[in-house]
């Protein structure tokens, strides 16, 4: 039946691609000269590619903390990620993304599949000074990652083209409708005001609370305690990341401006400063301090001030960084290991990262930063607006985000077992799904 199914999709895709110029309308020349800002657009060619490199990252970043046995597999998960959610933001998940607005909940895709009206010589209303391709090329990356996150949570159990099917399933009734919710002018969220920088609730929020509901799902696995099969594989990841993340953050100023720097400095900083309290937390509760310890810390910063990245000064970033940092190496510490195995700790670092980071951005947005917070500044400034919408935004993407992973992780399993045999699992996924081995 797979084979089937397969063997439909690619057929479809073959036709619907080759007879393309007879449904699809390109976007016209505009009357007058569009004049993009060629500084922008230079930056912003480098701003998705530096994100698109954050995927092989992270697959050498989770690849490095599994066993011998999956690291394979783990990493294919991150690979594969760049290459069906591309086609699929390609025809479709753009549309429902940045697509005219349904309510204010998801875009209608109908305009723009296949990339219809997305041209060289128009531009998107919140980037008018680079071409239109590249700010849907850019987003491309963001959903790209999304569901790459998840992966470490049902690290080592989960069977390959299960997790396909899911991919494709969160992108379009998950990733997309936060999007737009989140991003687009005419969005729910967007409208209320609510401050996501860069995707604390887009990416990082639904990231960890897909991966929660995955670890509930598929249950433990059978031998939790594993060695690491490469730390110097992990440490490799989070260079990867942070290098990769000044095009996620920085690049999210749409444009080579002083906004960009600022976020490529409170990127840096937040870093720097998360990394630093982690190892020195692991010290004062007794612990050595170690590579893992000092690469996840990192990664925790970099998701914290991802949705405050363009509206506070480089101190708040710091402390972003910092409070962060500790708050989620206290979750993994008393997270419930025995009860729920969330393998590569997920949720603890992107889930409760992101929602640190948007509820710090209520506290310290500034308008002297970027003038797009405007009156309604940050908790400690006096005024209480915008943490009050950044807290409820963050209960309902919570509710939103956990209640239709776990549905789609119900569903998939009913289409395909999610998860994969005891003696594949004891054989290991390396060899059982790919055929493969170190």
């Given at each position: 039946m797979r084979k089937i199914i397969l063997s439909v999709l690619l057929i479809t895709i073959l036709i619907l691609t080759l007879f393309s110029n007879y449904f699809i309308i390109d976007s016209?020349?505009?009357t007058e000269a569009v004049k993009f800002d060629t500084g922008d657009t230079a930056w912003m060619?480098?701003?998705?590619?530096?994100?698109?490199i954050m995927t092989p990252g992270l697959g050498f970043f989770y690849g490095g903390m599994v066993g011998k046995k999956n690291v394979i597999s783990t990493m294919l998960q991150s690979f594969m990620a760049m290459i069906i959610?591309?086609?699929?933001?390609?025809?479709?998940?753009?549309?429902?993304?940045?697509?005219p607005s349904i309510g204010g909940i998801i875009g209608n895709p109908l305009p723009n599949l296949f990339f219809q009206g997305v041209g060289t010589n128009t531009a998107w209303s919140l980037a008018p000074t680079i071409p239109f391709m590249l700010f849907a090329l850019f987003q491309a990356k963001f959903a790209i990652i999304t569901p790459a996150l998840i992966t470490g949570a049902f690290a080592e159990r989960i069977r390959f083209w299960a997790y396909l099917l899911f991919m494709v399933l969160f992108i379009l009734l998950v990733y997309t409708p936060l999007a737009h919710m989140t991003w687009h002018p005419d969005g729910v969220f967007f409208k209320m005001g609510v401050l996501d920088f860069a995707g604390g609730t887009v990416v990082h929020m639904s990231a960890g609370w897909a991966a929660l509901a995955g670890a509930?799902?598929?249950?433990?696995?059978?031998?939790?305690?594993?060695?690491?099969?490469?730390?110097?594989?992990?440490?490799?990841?989070?260079?990867?990341?942070?290098?990769g993340w000044f095009g996620f953050n920085a690049g999210s100023a749409l444009g080579s401006n002083g906004l960009a720097v600022q976020a490529l400095g409170t990127t840096t900083v937040a870093a720097a400063a998360a990394g630093m309290a982690w190892v020195f937390l692991d010290k004062i509760l007794g612990h050595k301090l170690s590579a893992m310890g000092a690469c996840i810390g990192t990664v925790v910063g970099l998701v914290a001030i991802t949705p405050a990245a363009g509206f506070v000064t480089i101190p708040h970033a710091m402390f972003i960084g910092i409070f962060a940092s500790i708050v989620s190496n206290l979750v993994v510490s008393k997270f419930?290991?025995?009860?729920?195995?969330?393998?590569l700790d997920v949720f603890a670092c992107h889930g409760v990262g992101g929602m640190v980071g948007m509820l710090l951005t209520g506290v310290f947005a500034s308008k002297s930063v970027n003038s797009v917070v405007g009156d309604n500044q940050g908790l400690i400034f006096g005024d209480a607006t915008l943490f009050l919408n950044q807290l409820t935004a963050l209960v309902i993407v919570s509710v939103f985000a956990f209640s239709a992973s776990y549905f789609l992780f119900f569903i998939v399993n009913k289409i395909t077992p999610l998860r994969v045999s005891d003696e594949k699992e004891e054989l290991g996924l390396d060899i059982s799904?790919?055929?493969?081995?170190l």
């Open positions: 016209p020349a505009p060619i480098v701003a998705t590619a530096l994100v698109l959610v591309t086609v699929l933001w390609v025809v479709i998940a753009f549309g429902l993304s940045f697509g509930i799902f598929l249950g433990k696995r059978k031998t939790q305690k594993v060695n690491p099969a490469r730390i110097t594989y992990v440490l490799l990841g989070t260079g990867l990341l942070w290098f419930p290991k025995g009860k729920i195995d969330d393998a799904q790919h055929g493969e081995f």
